[in-house]
């Protein structure tokens, strides 16, 4: 756990050092050229933005780029959500979405599912603070989003 945050009362807990990774040093930022889809998404509560963008050949996702700005969680967690799901086929990344939404809610897991979406983990520690939770799936609910609008309609 990270302790330079002290004083915060209990964010250490939620600052570990992989959302800290993500959030200084985030993964899939560069932008697609003709992407399948190319939106924005906002948190209007907290001023959280996202772009997604990105490319799929058949159900696999063959490239996504997320960029934004607003707070460390929703943007790590977008960080995690494109390192995860590229090369991932639309009914692995709609799996991992619920995974990620359950797992935020405070809903039991199954160590299997854990392990499936790896890193990803890092962010549980999120539902002790529920105003973050929104923050936190900001991302995998527009991507969510953004699959069941464009691919599930064709």
Request: proline share 3%; glycine share 8%.
């Amino acid at each position: 756990m990270i302790s330079q945050m002290g004083g915060l009362d209990g964010l250490d807990d939620l600052y570990e050092a992989i959302i800290l990774d993500h959030y200084h040093n985030p993964r899939n930022k560069k932008f697609i050229d003709n992407p399948d889809f190319d939106e924005e998404i906002n948190n209007p509560f907290c001023g959280d933005e996202l772009r997604i963008q990105a490319k799929f050949n058949d159900d696999k996702l063959e490239g996504i780029s997320v960029s934004g700005r607003g707070c460390a969680i929703s943007q790590a967690s977008a960080s995690l959500l494109a390192e995860y799901v590229e090369g991932k086929n639309v009914k692995e990344i709609l799996n991992a979405v619920n995974i990620v939404r359950n797992m935020l809610k405070g809903e039991e897991i199954s160590e299997k599912d854990r392990e499936n979406i790896q890193d990803i983990d890092a962010l549980s520690g999120v539902q002790k603070f529920p105003i973050r939770i929104k923050c936190a799936l900001l991302g995998w609910t527009g991507f969510y989003d953004l699959i069941n609008a464009n691919l599930r309609s064709s």
